[in-house]
């Protein structure tokens, strides 16, 4: 019996696509964790926020007076100081958040916009002459776990929610 040497044209084709289905769930878990990761950070950008408007709170004994303001916009909201959101805090008295953070655009449909130009971001409005808020964020994906889904979710003082929050 003859020893066959090399590959046949079928065989180095199976390879092949063996290897293309290889790069193919890599590539897509690689899409999925990243994925994952920046809605972990908008989470905790949603958070922060929240943490520090507790604080103005508790100095002001109100929240911030503002409607539909995107925030992390460095002409609008760049800061949370003691006289609320501002571009610049350097003379505020009290500083609550030196940098507020803004959402990360990357994979977003765009659900959740404000500001003018109107553009994606967290979007806070003061609620009820001070004593509440919203802030609406978008996210790519459910987080099942805390209750949120993907696509719109709310965040008040009292903690986050799924959909759109009422006003």
Do not use: W
Request: with cysteine.
């Amino acid at each position: 019996m003859k020893k066959q040497e090399g590959f046949t044209l079928v065989e180095l084709l199976v390879v092949i696509a063996i290897i293309a289905l290889v790069v193919v769930f890599a590539a897509l878990a690689v899409n999925a964790a990243r994925s994952k990761e920046r809605d972990a950070s908008r989470l905790a950008n949603v958070r922060i926020i929240q943490s520090a408007l507790e604080d103005y709170f508790n100095e002001t004994n109100a929240y911030p007076d503002r409607e539909l303001l995107p925030l992390g916009d460095i002409a609008q909201s760049a800061c949370l100081g003691s006289d609320g959101f501002a571009a610049d805090c350097s003379t505020a008295e009290s500083m609550f958040l030196r940098v507020v953070p803004g959402t990360y655009e990357d994979g977003l449909e765009g659900l959740v916009t404000c500001g003018e130009p109107s553009r994606r971001a967290f979007c806070y409005t003061m609620l009820d002459d001070g004593e509440s808020y919203v802030l609406h964020f978008e996210l790519e994906n459910a987080l099942t776990p805390v209750g949120l889904q993907a696509g719109v979710n709310c965040a008040t003082p009292e903690g986050m929610e799924a959909g759109i929050c009422a006003e």
